[in-house]
């Protein structure tokens, strides 16, 4: 019961009545005790955006419409701390409602396409690529070779798989994968006939000098079957080489077509483990 002011309203229930004016009741505080916001999924910046409005659970005993403000009101991945504040106009109540920030989206991860090169030794070749780097909306993300041998490795002959893997804070996964595929000396030989009945078709070699190229190309092949490499199979590749710098020294092939085959003739040979001469 009051003790002090008696017959009058005791508003905040401290024994003591409070000097109102009749003709307005006393005004109770608002109740935070039940506020709350929901847990939230961010945006492709990793934020969520929040504001009074998201603050549910508030109540006024009065009925008072309430101002209702939060602080951030920019909202990281994880637990938050959000600060709330209701107020009636006249009393104001605060609370700490912690809401939590989940990461839906996956990140993103590009792999260099298909790579094809020709074996430069019996052992494959090294092959350079730019190693794939996953992003996402929130930074934390980590990216890692799952399967392969990586860049700047020797690569066997034949065909690896390359497989890269990001994955972000909330364990959202993307992934891409490529192959390599390293061409043996019979593949890079087979490629090179390719490439003479290319200059042939284009009119830059005759049918007379793409045919003795064809024929030395042919009779390497054969013998490149046998294993190991018969000497004979290195003999037509040096052979091979030699008439095509002599059709540049011509002027039957740029200095840069005769480059390009010289270079893939070599291949082969070291790869068949050719020595000597032009290898």
Do not use: H
Not at 21 to 29: E, V
Not at 213 to 224: E, F, P, Q, V, W
Not at 237 to 252: C, D, H, R, T, W
């Amino acid at each position: 019961p009051a003790t002090v002011n008696p017959g009058q309203e005791d508003c905040d229930e401290d024994g003591i009545g409070d000097l109102c004016d009749p003709d307005y009741p006393c005004n109770y505080p608002p109740d935070c005790s039940n506020a709350a916001i929901t847990d939230r999924v961010c945006d492709e910046f990793c934020e969520v955006p929040i504001s009074g409005a998201d603050v549910t659970g508030l109540t006024d005993p009065d009925g008072d419409p309430l101002s209702v403000s939060v602080y951030p009101v920019n909202l990281s991945l994880g637990a938050n701390d959000v600060d709330v504040t209701a107020s009636d106009g006249l009393e104001e109540c605060q609370t700490l409602v912690v809401v939590k920030v989940t990461d839906e989206m996956s990140p993103a991860i590009a792999c260099p396409a298909d790579i094809t090169v020709e074996s430069t030794g019996a052992a494959g070749a090294t092959v350079a690529y730019p190693a794939p780097e996953g992003t996402d909306n929130c930074v934390g993300a980590a990216t890692v070779q799952t399967s392969g041998l990586g860049p700047d490795a020797l690569f066997p002959i034949g065909i690896t798989e390359e497989a890269w893997t990001v994955t972000d804070g909330s364990g959202n996964e993307a992934t891409c994968a490529f192959t390599v595929k390293v061409l043996s000396s019979k593949e890079v030989v087979s490629d090179l006939v390719s490439r003479i009945n290319d200059l042939f078709a284009s009119g830059i070699l005759s049918g007379l000098d793409a045919g003795s190229l064809i024929s030395s190309l042919t009779l390497a092949m054969d013998k490149l079957a046998a294993s190991p490499p018969l000497a004979p199979a290195c003999n037509q590749l040096s052979s091979f080489i030699k008439e095509v710098n002599k059709y540049v020294k011509a002027g039957k092939l740029t200095a840069v077509e005769g480059a390009g085959l010289e270079v893939s003739a070599l291949n082969a040979g070291r790869t068949a483990v050719c020595s000597g001469g032009s290898y």
